[in-house]
């Protein structure tokens, strides 16, 4: 892994993590094109890290807002009103709605890291599709204020279908919302703050999984912090981009991104570019050296 191919890379998952394409498939196709193994531990260990930088950058875009719902949520359990304010109300559904991912990411762990290309391909297109019939189908007049019990649980059943790689966290989040009448940026600004919890969670836990494999490999651990710094940076001022741009415009030219994207990725496969799946995952004892 060089310094270069970080940078990309931390610019591929800047990129990608927030907007509805699937940071996954970008970073697996793009890693595989700069000449890495896919097998290799030290390349998914990078992989995994590297996110935690678009993590930060959540955290920082939103920490007032994640501040108030934090707030709010101590003094509703301390007074026993957990739904007495709209932000102490706000904070609980994005609780809710963390619960469908945290589950089945634990339950499918293990079959989920072994689905290859051909899903990645086949999931940028048909949810890609779905997201074209949603910005059709959508009313678009309901705004983060509005969201309810129900709306969480089920964005949260949206979020976790992007366990499936090439679905796109982002992506189905923002598309369940848009179908359940929020407007486009509505839908996104509470895709970002659902996604806090779950990306926070997961992350400590990949870390733990992941870190120690980069251990007697300076090159792969100076790349891997290098690709990370970009992310986080590039992260930022995607959130923002993308918070504006849906605010007075549609998601059509994501759809037609995800499309194209997936038709790439199987026209590599069926040119033996890219394999069409990964190799199995290793027995549960070896476990602790690949990144989830």
């Not at 026993?80 to 709605?97: A, K, Y």
């Not at 605010?247 to 997936?262: C, E, H, K, L, Q």
Request: hydrophobic share 55%; aromatic share 8%; charged share 15%.
């Amino acid at each position: 892994m060089s310094l270069l191919s970080a940078v990309l890379l931390g610019l591929v998952q800047a990129a990608t993590e927030f907007l509805p394409v699937s940071s996954t498939a970008h970073l697996l196709v793009f890693g595989e094109l700069l000449g890495n193994d896919l097998g290799d531990d030290r390349f998914r260990a990078f992989t995994t890290i590297i996110q935690s930088g678009t993590t930060l950058a959540v955290l920082v875009y939103f920490r007032r807002e994640i501040a108030s719902l934090l707030a709010a949520g101590l003094r509703s359990i301390a007074r026993g009103r957990p739904l007495e304010t709209p932000e102490s109300r706000l904070g609980w559904f994005i609780v809710l709605g963390t619960v469908p991912a945290a589950v089945l990411g634990k339950l499918f762990e293990r079959r989920i890291e072994a689905l290859g290309n051909w899903v990645i391909a086949s999931s940028l297109v048909v949810l890609g599709l779905v997201l074209l019939v949603a910005e059709r189908v959508a009313r678009h007049e309901r705004h983060v204020e509005d969201v309810g019990p129900w709306d969480a649980l089920l964005i949260g059943c949206g979020q976790a279908l992007a366990l499936v790689p090439g679905s796109s966290r982002s992506g189905t989040t923002i598309t369940t919302g848009m179908l359940l009448g929020l407007t486009r940026e509505a839908a996104a600004r509470f895709s970002f703050l659902l996604s806090v919890p779950i990306i926070l969670g997961a992350g400590a836990y990949k870390l733990v999984k992941t870190v120690p494999v980069l251990r007697g490999e300076p090159a792969w651990a100076t790349a891997t912090l290098v690709g990370t710094a970009v992310s986080a940076v590039g992260g930022f001022f995607v959130i923002g981009w993308l918070l504006g741009w849906l605010r007075t415009r549609t998601t059509y030219v994501f759809v037609a991104w995800r499309i194209a994207a997936g038709v790439l990725i199987a026209a590599l496969i069926l040119k033996g570019v890219l394999p069409s799946s990964e190799a199995a995952p290793p027995a549960p004892a070896a476990a602790g050296a690949r990144a989830p």
